[in-house]
């Protein structure tokens, strides 16, 4: 057989699958991958049934169905005060991770070039960067409020670097970010011809009152940027994997250069189901007050346990601190938790390129609350034992 040399070779199975796969072996209830345990609405199950019916099963086209595309110039309208141009800035991906891909390919113009992450991040960021022959530099986010390190992320930069990746709500820490640190990026991102990367696919779970400070609203910001949004996580429905990708013209029309080389066209009976069924706008708009219901459900549940609940203003996930159950490091202490308790979180080291540990645990809360319940029961024998 001829070698192969490994493109990544410092990278193995992820976390999500190691830590799921322990689960289903163990039996345990799985906290850890994020994913919901309940079904989208059956109105949206319908119209996906009905377009598949109909005959739309063929290629879409390869930048989005043009209904669909128009039903989200319209969604941000509303949402945000600016309507892209479904001709020119929308582009509909196979789920946000193909779109990140293809909004790091476009930053990407030369061997070595730079993009900053903010960590801890979602794990497709750095090898995205690797594969397509950049170099991932890294700011920790400041524990324990996961706030930017201006400072920081200011000496990160250089003539290499092309583009900063932001996520706001953020996975996984759960935290949103506020006007002033959008503010500092855009200072940021002007002084050093900055593309921004704005990770949104959370965009519509936020709690307490808080506002999605989405790019969207910053026409300025937004010249310069690629904004990537989830139906997945939206709609409940994971495993339909489709997103789409809003950008200038001029970065759009980069954008698809590349994603019409990674899938060309998505799934086009969901393209044809969304299109008609984004105009039932409470769906979307009133998922905040929904997941804000599973947060605090999560937290009432927990509550006896001895783990302690880091602030969660958006997303579907909590971070707990395990320290007063245990001294192991959170990788092990997540495997101990399943093998002996029976109930799965994510290790937040995961997050990190270089591990740290800050003995947190993540565990997803879009879950029926008897599911939550009886997790918190097993961890509550678990820690009376």
């Not at 599911?371 to 961890?379: G, H, P, R």
Request: with cysteine.
């Amino acid at each position: 057989m001829p070698p192969i040399q490994s493109r990544l070779p410092h990278i193995g199975t992820t976390i999500f699958t190691t830590m799921s796969r322990l689960a289903q072996q163990h039996g345990a209830i799985n906290l850890g991958q994020g994913f919901p345990s309940f079904q989208p609405h059956p109105d949206l199950i319908a119209l996906v049934t009905e377009a598949m019916v109909a005959g739309h099963n063929q290629y879409a086209p390869m930048e989005g169905l043009m209904t669909l595309r128009e039903a989200i110039s319209n969604k941000n309208l509303l949402g945000y005060g600016y309507q892209p141009d479904p001709v020119s800035e929308i582009t509909v991906c196979s789920g946000g991770t193909e779109a990140l891909f293809a909004a790091i390919a476009t930053c990407i113009t030369a061997p070595g070039d730079e993009v900053i992450l903010l960590q801890p991040c979602y794990d497709s960021y750095g090898p995205a960067i690797l594969l397509n022959g950049g170099v991932p530099r890294y700011s920790d986010l400041l524990y324990p409020t996961y706030s930017p390190d201006w400072d920081h992320i200011r000496q990160l930069i250089n003539p290499k670097t092309k583009a900063i990746v932001i996520n706001t709500p953020h996975n996984p820490t759960g935290t949103i970010w506020s006007t002033d640190d959008i503010q500092q990026l855009g200072r940021l991102a002007e002084a050093h011809d900055l593309i921004i990367i704005a990770d949104e696919v959370y965009e519509h779970i936020t709690f307490d009152g808080r506002q999605h400070e989405s790019i969207l609203r910053y026409p300025d910001l937004y010249e310069r940027a690629i904004v990537i949004h989830s139906f997945g996580k939206t709609y409940h429905a994971t495993g339909f994997k489709l997103g789409y990708a809003l950008a200038p013209a001029h970065l759009t029309a980069e954008l698809r250069k590349i994603h019409q080389y990674l899938t060309f066209a998505s799934f086009t009976p969901l393209q044809h189901a969304l299109a008609t069924f984004l105009g039932q706008t409470e769906h979307y708009l009133g998922l905040s007050a929904f997941y804000q219901t599973k947060r605090d459900q999560m937290l009432s549940a927990f509550a006896p346990t001895p783990l302690v609940p880091l602030d969660c203003e958006g997303t579907y996930f909590q971070l707990y601190d395990y320290t007063a159950l245990s001294n192991l490091p959170d990788k092990d202490f997540a495997i101990e938790l399943t093998t002996a308790a029976g109930v799965t979180g994510i290790p937040v080291s995961s997050f990190y390129h270089q591990g740290n540990d800050q003995r947190l645990l993540r565990f997803c809360f879009a879950k029926d609350e008897a599911l939550m319940q009886a997790a918190a029961d097993k961890i509550m024998a678990y820690a009376n034992r």
